[in-house]
Each structure stands twice: as C-alpha cells, then as structure tokens.
C-alpha cells in the first residue's frame, strides 16, 4: 500500500466500504460522500454506510441517497474499510463490525484523540476537520474540479468550523475552502439546507428557551434544564436542541453553560459549554462523560431536578468560584 | 496621482482625512482603521473620523482610541480625502463637508449603487466588502505581516458576508482571508467581541420575539412588530434589534420576513429580508425605502399598529400570492 497515500494503491477490482461516526453530522457525511464518490471512480465496488437515520439537513449532499443504513446481519467482506471522522472504533455503533471483516482498515481522522485503531492512520490533528484531510488525499488523485466533491467537503469543512470561527480554523482551511469555491459550490443553496430551514416550532422553542434563561455564580454560569414535555410540546429534535447552549455560552460574563436535556425516564443528557479558560472535559468526567476542552458531554441516569442538584454541588465545589 | 493606485503618490507632507459612514459597522470600521493605519505610515498628518458613537463591540479594534467623532464646525483642510464603503455622499452625514474641504476625494467602495463622487473612485463590485478593496490596494505598499491591518480587514470582510456565506463571498474572499490569518489574527478574540458579548436582557428579548413569531400568507410571510414598550423594557439597543428578522428569515417556507420597529412617536423603522426570488428592494420603494434584493429597509411616519395595516395591504397587492 502506498504508504503516504493510500487511494494511490486502490485497483478496480477491490472492494472496499467507507463508513463513519453514529449521529452523523456535517463533517462525517461530507467526508464520507467526498471520499466515496472519488473511490467510486477508482473501484468497481464501495459500499457507504451510516448507523443512524441521516438529518434532513444534510440530504441535499450529493449521491447521499447511495448510501446504505448499515444491516449488522451483513456477512459481506472488503478489501479495504475507509473509517472517517472517527476517534475511536466504538463510535462506530454496529457498523464496527466491519473492522474484523474487512482486509485492511485504513482510519482517517482529525481528533487529536484518536486511537489509531487502523492498519493505516492518516490523522491530522491540525486539520479543521476530517474533510480537510480528505481534501488532501484526494487532490493528488483526481480531485479536478469536481463539483459534487468540493461541496461534500466544503460542508463539512463549514459545519465542523462553526463557519470559520472555532480554533480549528486556519489559513489552510481558508485556502482550502478558496480552492473548492472555484469549481462552482452553491455556498447560498448549502445554507439554505444547513441553516435557513428550520421549522417554525423549533425557532418557538428557541425563543421560549432563551426568554427563561437565568445565570447563576454572578453571571458566570448559565443552567439550561429542558424537559421531555417541552419537546414533545414544541415537536422538537433532539438535534435542534443543543444549538441553544451556544446562545446561552455567548452571553457576556458567561463562562460556562450546561444543557440539560431529559431524554428518557431517569435519564438527563448534559451538554457542556465554555468560552475561555475553563476546561468543560474534566465537568463532563465527573459525570462519567468526556469532550474537549470548549465543548464536552455526559449523560446521567437520574431526574432532572436530580441532574440538576447534582451539577449544582459539582459547579461550587469543582469549578469552585 | 498614482491611476492605479492613489496610495503609491502619497508623500509625508501631505494631510490627509479618512471618512466613512453614518451609523458605522464591521466593514466600514474595519476598512476605515486599515486605511488609516497604513496611511499613518506615510503621512505625517493622518485624521481619521466617524460621525456616530462606536459601537461597543467594534472597540476592540486596533488604535479605534485614535478615531475622532467628526465635528462639524471644523474648517480644517485637506489634500486628500479617503471615502470608504460609502454608496453616496449623503451617507457621509456631517463629515460630507469634509469633501468641499479637500483637494482631492478619493472614493473607495464595493456598492454596485456608488455615484462615482470623487475624484478618483476605486469601486469594486464583485469584492464582498470595502475591506477587500483595501486589502488589495495596500498589498502592494506595505501591507506586510501587519497584524493590526489584518485584524482590522478580517472583522471588515467576515461581518459583511456574516461570516462567509451571504453571497458576496467568493473564491477571493477566502484566499485573502488565508494570507490575513497567516500574520496572526486572533479570530477567537474577534469571535469574542463580535458575538460572545452579548446582554444577557438581549438574548431574553430574542427569546420573546422568536417565540411570538406567527407566519402568514400560508407561511411565506413573518411580520415582527416591536413596540418600543419592549425595547424599553428589555433594555436593547436598536442595533440589536436588528438581528431578530434573520431568524424570522430562516424558517422553513418563509419568503419574506419584515421587521417594524417603533422608533418613536408615529415613526417605525420597516426592515425587510427574503430567502429566494422576492426582490424586497421593490416593496421598500413602496415606503419610499431602499435597499438590495435580499435585505433593504424604510421608515414610515405611522403608529405600529397603521404600519402594520398599511405593510398587510401592500403585501397582498404587491406580492401577490
């Protein structure tokens, strides 16, 4: 196998899956669809698979409606399995069983975290995004103005930067994006998908979340608790929830904001946010979770006035202001 | 005079003002503090006015302390006076005088609409903001590893194309971008003040409005109404009010999304925003407003409640569904 580039050694012959993350989002399905539509010219047979139902956001994504939710039943064989945007195997959810069936496990990541679980491990912790290292690979190859694959990645690349405004973003991801920009990506269509559709109850229960908000600690900390009713009440995802956190961490003199999401009967999903110094990954492990250092998450098997109680007692001993 | 390039005729003798205007933003601070720090090196007498207060959260820019508010009894002269992002002179509030007073006006702008004022116009209408113009003037001077004009020219082009996805934003844009952020920008501290600093009152009026939102015309159309009871009572300023008609903008189905916004006594300020085809700078003329196609705006001599009625009857006629 070419040991910088590994598509570089791919034959018509072989056959090979390309497969990511549970929970998909902008970045795992932009590097899937760019890497499987550029294997595709090369190979007789790939194989994209996903473990989750794709959000409908994401499905304006070219030749998305190729990919396959994964069968766990499946005895099928590669040659080669491609594992994107993935830090660890567990993450795989059922489609880890690929792993072991599977010749060669080539594992293309940007999380400084990863467990290089791979035969192969192209990880690039400076990358904004497993796009960004997708982007690399593949325009040695064959990456000649194609307009579906400049707009997979340059929506992961977008969605994975908050736009291009976290820390992961960088000159070379601006160089980049100019580069995809230039074979003709509809960046007004691709907002329109990401961002300008949003049903009417969501955005009613953004506002009637964000009215109710209260900080605590002298404004320091903002507590989100969301119950299952108001869910269901606003006919809400789970997913349209957690953007809420963000307008929550930007209030001036915040510094740190907790979602509480009750997802189930005894059971509270927390979701942690942070704007300068503190380090929410060692929050989230004291709740057996984990995360960056900004951005990280837990979930606890108890009530959500519990969970609530709970990270209260944490926030004025751990944080301990 | 330089024809390509006004700033390469310069000499140290020579005085020199740089305006912008009325209510200032990003880009117009953005380019106004570029310009005006680049030609500090090499002019020995460099003036540099706004006619309005800053913005709060424009002042982290570089050397903003050196900025002057325009006085307009004033009678000094110059040789040469810098217009920047200013579509005609009558956005030049008070500081228009400045124009009679120099030898020569060097206009500088990317408004499609510009009136082409000075003596020399400089006007780039494919560039996504006054900034990519300067950018590309001061390249070739001294614009060399700056990181003050690169802070400056960054927070000009990311808030004129809301962080990279109006449709102004093109291929150049991001590569310009790329060589500003290799000096060294700071893009989490400019993320910070332009976004992370906000009221904790503003973010719950946000959340009353959004969560009073209704549609009509079968969900193509979002009217907001803001008293100014409630601009009092959540203590928001007018210019964060304007943020609101965005979201309304980005719900699903919704066309077109108008803002009145009382600002006085019998006086409302209409804003207007579309997704698709609907050209709203036509309805704004029908107030005696103006604008672009996608975003333009009014103001009207009328209680809220007139305003309103007035808006429905135009919309039925004029839009027309």
């Known amino acids: 196998m070419n040991k910088k580039n590994p598509i570089l050694s791919l034959k018509h012959s072989d056959k090979v899956a390309v497969i990511s993350h549970i929970n998909p989002d902008g970045d795992s399905l932009g590097s899937l669809m760019a890497l499987g539509i550029s294997l595709k010219k090369i190979c007789g047979y790939v194989d994209i698979f996903v473990n989750d139902v794709i959000p409908e956001r994401y499905k304006f994504l070219p030749e998305i409606e190729t990919v396959v939710l994964y069968d766990e039943n499946s005895d099928k064989r590669y040659d080669y399995c491609f594992v994107l945007d993935c830090g660890d195997e567990d993450r795989l959810g059922y489609s880890k069983k690929l792993l072991r069936q599977s010749k060669s496990i080539i594992n293309i990541d940007h999380h400084v ?11 690039d912790n400076k990358a904004s995004s497993a796009c960004e290292v997708v982007y690399k690979l593949i325009k040695d190859c064959f990456f000649i103005d194609d307009l579906d694959i400049s707009t ?82 606003y006919e809400v995802s789970e997913d349209e929830v957690e953007g809420v956190i963000n307008y929550a961490r930007d209030i001036k003199g915040v ?36 995360g960056h ?11 959500l006035e519990e969970a609530k109680r709970n990270l209260e007692e944490k926030l004025s001993t751990y944080v301990g202001w």
Chains 1, 2 share one sequence.
């Open 113 to 123: 975290s990863n467990t290089m679980f791979g035969h192969m491990n192209i990880i």
């Open 152 to 233: 997979c990645l340059y929506t992961g690349i977008a969605t994975d930067t908050g736009n291009f405004v976290y820390d992961n973003t960088s000159a070379k991801t601006h160089k980049i994006v100019s580069k995809l920009l230039k074979t003709g990506v509809d960046i007004q269509q691709i907002s329109y998908h990401l961002y300008q559709s949003k049903s009417l109850k969501s955005v009613k229960f953004l506002g009637h979340v964000l009215n109710k908000l209260e900080t605590s600690y002298e404004g320091k900390v903002v507590i989100i608790p969301i119950p299952l009713t108001l869910l269901e009440e």
């Open 255 to 290: 510094e740190v904001a907790v979602l509480l999401k009750e997802i189930g009967r005894n059971k509270v999903k927390l979701g942690f946010r942070s704007k300068n110094d503190v380090d929410v990954s060692k929050l989230a492990l004291e709740f057996g979770g984990g």
């Open 293 to 303: 250092k900004k951005a990280s998450g837990a979930t606890v098997f108890n009530t």
